[in-house]
């Protein structure tokens, strides 16, 4: 079913540099850029979880654990995979909420919606 991009290089992660760079260079505080990159990371897992949805939801959570029992950084951390699912509980929230005041769907959301979001 998903795959996910980590296996080839489980150091990679699902943002890029590009996208790091770019909430560094915000004027938020130091816990809002931390923020902003767990929210960004969550969505980007998100979408590289939904191969086959055309609508553009969040994934079940289902699919959440497959995903993360496929990680190879995770696959034998139970704690860590149990952090990451609570993440994913609270970001899936915060995404839905933005993408319904955006009127999008949720994965077609974009880092720069986040920093918008974020900065007013």
């Known amino acids: 079913m998903m795959e996910s991009p980590f296996i080839d290089n489980p150091k990679k992660g699902p943002l890029s540099i590009e996208d790091i760079n770019l909430i560094s260079l915000t004027n938020l505080s130091a816990s809002e850029k931390h923020h902003l990159r767990m929210l960004a990371h969550c969505l980007q897992c998100f979408k590289s979880m939904s191969n086959d949805n055309p609508r553009g939801l969040i994934p079940v959570k289902e699919d959440w654990i497959e995903w993360c029992l496929k990680n190879p950084i995770m696959m034998n951390d139970d704690e860590f995979v149990q952090v990451m699912l609570e993440q994913f509980s609270g970001a899936a929230?915060?995404?839905?909420?933005?993408?319904?005041?955006?009127?999008?769907?949720?994965?077609?959301?974009?880092?720069?919606?986040?920093?918008?979001?974020?900065?007013?």
């Open 93 to 120: 929230i915060q995404l839905e909420n933005l993408s319904n005041d955006l009127k999008v769907a949720p994965l077609d959301l974009t880092l720069r919606n986040l920093i918008d979001a974020y900065e007013h």
